[in-house]
């Protein structure tokens, strides 16, 4: 069912599915909060309450599932942690686990901090993929689709938008793990090191074991949906390494 937006004078901003209110967010009449439950949400319109309109009564939200230790220690595995701030490639300053939010030149945090922002991201993330999956999943392919959206991010230009999310909704399966090799591109070319935690994930979606790809060198334009960890030699690329992902034609 079709999800739409609406916002409050008092900055309260409500999601709707179809005429029932589903979600809650209060951007406390801030910016930079509005664009931030904007880049969280699967709504697909958006409106304006009127000044006298009654707000609506919203349910307790799902938000209730939490990745698992496998596609934790993926995810960190993945992510690798750095201390300090540093430009992603792409012009975004990010610290600690891919964190992004208030982040700073200059700035330095502890690894207690580091594990803190964490699973606030994941807080957002996981309620994220929670709504976007019409169909039920196991919870491991429930982690693997957190570790493979918190990569790619959220939204149309990402794994709200993706033919992964639809074909799964469809009820498409092994159609959806083979969309995981697809977005290992960084500007049209693959990158070993995102092949090899797309392949991680996809693995871990089909409950098989996916820690051999940590050391996978075979071809980084490995074929959807087969890959060969016997493959030829070809350069490592740190798996650390951020930028701006696409996935493959």
Known sequence: MERSLELYDDGRLYEYEGDQAVKLTDTQRQVTALLEALKFTTATTFS??????????????????????????????????????????????TIGYGHTKGVVPGMKITQAQAEKFLHEDLERFQSYVEEAVQVEVNDNQFSALVCFCFNVGPGNGGFGGSTLLRKLNAGDDAGAAQQFPRWNKVDGKPWLGLTRRRLAEQALFLSKPWEFARNYNGPADVSVGNPNPQGHQTRSIDIAESATLSPSA
């Open 48 to 93: 304006v309450a009127a000044p006298d309109q009654q707000p609506p009564d919203v349910p307790t939200p799902r938000g209730n599932r939490r990745i698992n230790a496998e596609g934790f220690k993926l995810l960190t595995l993945f992510e690798g942690c750095k201390l300090e701030a540093y430009d992603d490639g792409g012009g975004v300053w």
